[in-house]
């Protein structure tokens, strides 16, 4: 019984949007033949394969060359920009710490609320003043 589940074999099988999607995610250039490989669990072989039958800029015979250094640049940007976006943060988080103690300092020495209350009726205008 053994011997016979060893000669089975098993086999992915992939829909025609799926592969196409794959292929326009490289060809769009957000993912790398490796990505895909990583993201997906595909075989790079099986991926190009699929470049080479629906790529619309590849064509079987040329030889698709992926440079490291493209991909580790991509990742290298990608780190920069979330260091930048995290240090854009942390300053916004600052201004906002600021700008409350400013409106605390407000409300204990000058008796004035700055902070925004959603039970308080709207004012009527101007109480003693002329009305027009």
Not at 69 to 82: G, I, M, N, T
């Amino acid at each position: 019984m053994k011997a016979n589940l060893r000669s089975i074999q098993k086999q992915r099988r992939y829909s025609e949007e799926f592969k196409r999607s794959i292929v326009s995610d490289y060809e769009s250039g957000k993912y790398s033949v490796l990505q895909l490989e990583r993201l997906h669990g595909v075989g790079n072989p099986t991926i190009y394969k699929w470049i080479y039958k629906y790529s619309t800029f590849n064509q079987e015979g040329y030889r698709v060359v992926e440079s490291k250094s493209s991909s580790q640049s991509k990742v290298k940007d990608l780190e920069r920009k979330v260091r930048e976006l995290e240090a854009l943060l942390g300053r916004k988080q600052v201004k906002i710490e600021y700008l409350e103690t400013m409106m605390e300092v407000a409300k204990e020495e000058l008796n004035i609320d700055i902070k925004k209350n959603f039970d308080t009726s709207q004012s009527n205008g101007l109480k003693g003043g002329k009305q027009r």
